[in-house]
C-alpha cells in the first residue's frame, strides 16, 4: 500500500510556471506507474500525465503536451509536474494516483479506474 501527498499548487498569472510535488510513502515506490489527473470547476476528471515505474515511458494528454513534463526520484519516492505555460483553462485541482505494477509491466496508464491509490489533491489556479 502506499500512501501519496501532493504539494506545489497556488495562484499563478497565465504564462506562469509551477512545480507540483507527490510524495509517497513505503518502500516500493519504484514499482508503482504514476500518473497526474486534475479536475477543473464543473467539469470531469480527466487526464494530465503518466510515467512508468522506472520513468523511462511517458504520456501526455494533448491539451499540456509541450507545456507540462512528468517525471519522477525513485530515490526519494516523489514524483514531478512541471507546468510552463499555464492557462486559465489548467486551472484544477491536481491529483496524483499511483498503481502497483509489481516489476511486471513498463507500461504508463491513462485511465483513472486504472489507478489503485490517490492523493487528496493541491489546487492550481491560473489567473488571466
Known amino acids: 500500500q502506499v500512501q501519496l501527498v501532493e504539494s506545489g499548487g497556488g495562484l499563478v498569472q497565465a504564462g506562469g510556471s509551477l512545480r507540483l510535488s507527490c510524495a509517497a510513502s513505503?518502500?516500493?515506490?519504484?514499482?508503482?506507474?504514476m500518473g497526474w489527473f486534475r479536475q477543473g470547476p464543473g467539469k470531469e476528471q480527466e487526464f494530465v500525465a503518466a510515467?512508468?515505474?522506472?520513468?523511462?515511458?511517458?504520456n501526455y494528454a494533448d491539451s499540456v503536451k509541450g507545456r507540462f513534463t512528468i517525471s519522477r526520484v525513485n530515490a526519494v519516492n516523489t514524483l514531478y509536474l512541471q507546468m510552463n505555460s499555464l492557462k486559465p483553462e489548467d486551472t484544477a485541482v491536481y491529483s496524483c494516483?499511483?498503481?502497483?505494477?509489481?516489476?511486471?509491466?513498463?507500461?504508463?496508464?491513462?485511465?483513472?479506474?486504472?489507478?489503485?491509490?490517490w492523493g487528496q489533491g493541491t489546487q492550481v489556479t491560473v489567473s488571466s
Open positions: 510515467i512508468s515505474w522506472s520513468g523511462g515511458n511517458t
Open positions: 494516483a499511483a498503481r502497483d505494477t509489481y516489476y511486471s509491466s513498463s507500461n504508463y496508464y491513462t485511465r483513472i479506474n486504472d489507478y489503485d491509490y
Open positions: 513505503g518502500r516500493t515506490f519504484n514499482r508503482y506507474a
